[in-house]
């Protein structure tokens, strides 16, 4: 005789795959035909389940698109948290580490498919849903900048950079980052590794002109190093 412990553990994994299954199959019906256009049928059918699964677990089909709306920005605010980790701390080699990094960010986390799903609902259930979309910009774009403009305040504290305002600065970062690619993604395009490649390094040679620090860039490399360490 199985355990009912055992019982109970297999049937909630079960009901958490089936769960992921229907907000999966969910998000790649919304990204496609839109809320209004989008069926529970349909849905159902790439999630291999039945219409009333899924009416068992979100009762109605805006309930649902709800959950793949916070399933798809817990997503994306996850992966946000572990590209920004990866932001260079030294100004050793400022430009290649600051290109690498807008690599990393246009790639993981606004080229990438829970970036572009983000980015067309906005677009097309923004007016319907704007208390949704504005918890978005707040946990997603607004996090981001207030995380880097702190990041980019500790490169100016090491004297890389010559910066006024940190909000502005990191506003201007990510638009430049993504600058040479929103015409591709905004037609659901993916940039090849290139062109993410000539994008970040466009976009942190224009960057550089605007905050490099002048001072630091004389002084060379064994005294702005002295200055980061001491």
């Known amino acids: 005789m199985i355990p009912a ?18 907000l999966d199959a969910a998000a790649d019906v919304f990204c496609r035909q839109g809320f209004a256009a989008a069926s529970i049928d349909e849905i159902a059918a790439v999630a291999c389940v039945s219409r009333q699964t899924i ?3 979100y009762r109605e089909k805006e309930t649902l698109f709800v959950a793949v709306v916070e399933d798809v920005m817990n997503r994306a605010n996850a992966m946000l948290f572990s590209v920004l980790s990866t932001f260079p701390d030294s100004a050793d080699d400022l430009e290649d580490g600051l290109t690498a990094f807008a690599v990393r960010l246009n790639k993981n986390c606004i080229c990438n498919h829970d970036g572009k799903f983000l980015r067309k609902l906005v677009q097309t259930e923004g007016e319907r849903y704007p208390h949704l979309f504005e ?16 990041l980019l305040a500790r ?13 502005v600065a990191a506003r201007q970062f990510v638009a430049l980052a993504n600058a040479d690619l929103q015409m591709m993604t905004l037609f659901g395009g993916t940039p090849s590794n290139e062109e993410l490649e000539k994008a970040a390094r466009n976009a942190v040679r224009t960057f550089l002109k605007a905050y490099g620090n002048p001072k630091a860039e004389k002084a060379g490399g064994e005294p702005q190093l002295a200055a980061i360490l001491g």
């Not at 412990?5 to 229907?22: D, F, L, W």
């Not at 978005?136 to 900048?145: A, C, E, S």
């Open 5 to 22: 412990v055992r019982m109970a553990g297999h049937t909630q994994r079960g009901q958490c795959a089936k769960r992921m299954s229907i």
């Open 155 to 167: 490169l100016a504290h090491s004297q890389a950079l010559a910066i006024d305002d940190f909000d």
């Open 135 to 150: 918890s978005w910009r707040q946990q997603g774009p607004g996090k981001l900048t207030t995380a880097l403009s702190a």
């Open 55 to 57: 009416y068992n677990h």
